[in-house]
């Protein structure tokens, strides 16, 4: 039986928005993006809410637009890198479909993450902010029902790997 919805957690920068557009295309799925849906909902961005509003309430909104989309099916689902803090979280991410992790290194991450400037948690020092946080976050993935390092895999190839370990 194929899963209800794909929910790919990871970091920050471990491609889960280039992954998730071509896994739905390939599948013929709907991807959802939940950072640009709440940017939608809100009318703007992700910094200004936190700018604005602050990081806690900002979860808040996270929480409720993961619970909605997650009443859908055959999507593709790309998580924002801390969703997965709130077991609220996990638990309906978990309930509703098969949650796959990508995972990157610290260059990796810091290289792509250095190119923009919507996100609010790595400003400033961002190798010392991606350092800290991948520390903190170490074990916030292993609830996921597969893992892929995606360091020396195209986007192509993560796909098929997907695809081949869909249950
Ligand atoms: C965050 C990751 C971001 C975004 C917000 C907070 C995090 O999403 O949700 O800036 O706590 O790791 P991406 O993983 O898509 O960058």
């Given at each position: 039986m194929e899963p209800s919805?794909?929910?790919?957690?990871?970091?920050?920068?471990?491609?889960k928005s280039t992954v998730g557009k071509t896994l739905a295309s390939r599948l013929?799925?709907?991807f959802v993006d939940t950072d640009a849906l709440i940017e939608e909902r809100q009318g703007m961005s992700i910094s200004d809410i936190f700018a604005t509003a602050g990081e806690k309430a900002f979860r808040d909104i996270e929480s409720e637009t993961i619970a909605i989309t997650l009443d859908g099916t055959r999507q593709v689902i790309a998580t924002g890198g801390g969703a997965?803090?709130?077991?609220?979280?996990?638990k309906v991410m978990q309930a509703r479909g098969w949650v796959v992790a990508l995972?990157?290194?610290a260059e990796t991450i810091i290289s792509r993450v250095s190119q923009d400037q919507n996100r609010p948690l790595v400003q400033g020092d961002v190798k010392e902010r991606v350092h800290t946080l991948l520390?903190?976050?170490?074990?916030?993935?292993?609830?996921?029902?597969?893992?892929?390092?995606?360091?020396?895999?195209?986007?192509?190839?993560?796909?098929?790997?997907i695809v081949a370990a869909m249950p």
């Open positions: 919805n794909i929910v790919l957690v990871g970091f920050m920068g471990t491609g013929g799925w709907k997965v803090l709130a077991e609220q979280n996990r995972t990157a290194d520390e903190t976050r170490k074990h916030a993935y292993d609830f996921a029902g597969k893992r892929i390092d995606t360091g020396s895999l195209s986007v192509e190839e993560i796909v098929a790997e």
